[in-house]
């Protein structure tokens, strides 16, 4: 190892590549960055909240030459010493975070094709590092490992059982990551410090989930065996009856692969704005009084609040909202009108907390008189990568060094 080790973590989303370097000793952040509009029509690079610089090409190997490129600037490439890799299913095969071997890297393939959004990208990331940083120890950390204290009756499909027990079908839950963060940091806010609390969060990003955690664990969660369940997405549909889905493929002679596109890349927001997948866009549009736009957020709304008001029904107590993700946290619209949806609960907010930027991090934005206290906390899914990352990654070198 050299003297002033870092550990890099790299999180492929479905439309970005997040990246970190954090300082192996204190963990402190010494790089951030991310490379947005991945598979759009205009990529860039932004670095420490610096000036975008457009990339050359929209996909996974540009983001992440450039990102290796932007290490190099910085004479940081030679200090990587561990590696850390959001992998978005694990199905029954990880149940936590591992060190990453090539048998790993078959068996994330076999999960793979129940996530193709994600565990493609996720794994270009992986192969990419492993040639930039031949023989630094690479660790894998699931979406999916949060969600292994859900109970049968959470995870379960009222489907026939020798499905679940022949074949494996059940749900298995998303952004366990993110959820696990989240629900650690909001610990610090006022009225939510006890380990026996109850919360419901909204992880809202181009992907978008809610989980219901008790005492710290997740008991229930809106996506399922795939990253599709559940809320409307940038482009996928979320929760849709599989009758209606039945009924297109006869009436319109599609096959399940064209319907299976549909239902993940052309439904959600950009399928029902006819707009864009982008909240930016569509929350520009909505201004403008585009009914497309209105009705892809009222749909998008509508969803949040119901599966939110759902998922209280999992807990064994309600105290809090917590809001995430690059929607939760950016977007004072859908925050405005989710709250307004969850009067029946009591929940208030006050406008000047939900007004303030997400500059000024973790934060209450529910009145004084709510209830339920409702907050936004900034996930930070590569500090948990790069905790797990550095406690596998140490573990493997002492066990080198034996
Ligand atoms: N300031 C903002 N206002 C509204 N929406 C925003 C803002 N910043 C980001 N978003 C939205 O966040 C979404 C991307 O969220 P993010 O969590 O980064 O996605 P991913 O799932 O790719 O990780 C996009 O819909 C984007 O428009
Ligand atoms: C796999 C969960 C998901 O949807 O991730 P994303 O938010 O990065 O798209
Ligand atoms: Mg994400």
Redesign the pocket.
């Known amino acids: 190892m050299n003297d002033y080790p870092v550990v890099l973590t790299i999180n492929c ?4 590549v997040k990246f970190s370097v954090l300082d192996a000793e204190t963990c402190d952040v010494l790089l951030s960055g991310i490379c947005e509009g991945i598979n759009t029509e205009k990529a860039f690079i932004t670095v420490n909240d610096g000036e975008p610089i457009i990339l050359a090409h929209q996909n996974y190997e540009e983001a992440l030459s450039a990102i290796a490129a932007e290490l190099e600037i910085r004479n940081l490439i030679d200090s990587v010493a561990f590696v850390g890799h959001r992998i978005a299913h694990g199905g029954s095969l990880f149940s936590e975070s591992v060190l990453i071997t090539d048998e790993v890297i078959e068996q994330i393939r076999q999960v793979s094709p129940l996530a193709p959004l994600h565990n493609y990208a996720n794994l270009h990331g992986v192969e990419s590092a492993r040639l930039r940083f031949p023989g630094i120890p690479q660790v894998a950390v699931f979406d999916t490992s949060f969600h292994q204290t859900l109970k049968p009756e959470a995870y379960l499909y009222g489907l026939p059982y020798r499905y679940f027990e022949e074949y494996g079908v059940r749900r298995y839950g998303f952004h366990g990551t993110s959820h696990r963060y989240v629900s650690q940091q909001a610990r610090e806010l006022p009225g939510l410090e006890s380990a026996n609390s109850g919360l419901v969060i909204a992880h809202l ?3 978008a989930s809610v989980c219901a955690v008790q005492n710290g664990e997740s008991v229930d969660t809106s996506m399922g065996m795939t990253p599709l369940e559940g809320l409307i997405m ?1 482009t996928r549909c979320g929760d849709v009856d599989f009758g209606a889905m039945a009924w297109l493929a006869r009436q319109t002679e599609q096959s399940m692969d064209d319907l299976e596109q549909v239902v993940n890349k052309e439904s959600g927001l950009l399928g029902l704005s006819g707009i864009s ?4 866009t569509l ?1 520009k549009a909505w201004h403008n009084g585009d009914v497309r736009a209105q009705l892809a957020i009222r749909t998008f709304v509508h969803r949040i609040a119901r599966t939110i008001g759902a998922h209280a029904a999992s807990l064994n107590r309600f105290d809090g909202v917590i809001f995430t ?3 939760g946290e ?2 004072i619209l859908i925050r405005r009108l989710v709250a307004e949806r969850l009067r029946v609960f009591g929940i208030e907010l006050d406008i000047e907390r939900n007004n303030q930027s997400n500059r000024i991090g973790q934060r209450i934005i529910s009145s004084d008189f709510s209830p339920i206290v409702c907050a936004v906390i900034p996930t930070n899914e590569e500090k948990m990568i790069a905790l797990d990352a550095l406690h596998l990654g140490r573990e493997c070198h002492i066990a080198e060094y034996a």
């Open positions: 989303g479905s439309s970005s990003g181009n992907g940038g997948s982008d909240l930016r929350e993700g690059g929607i950016n977007s």
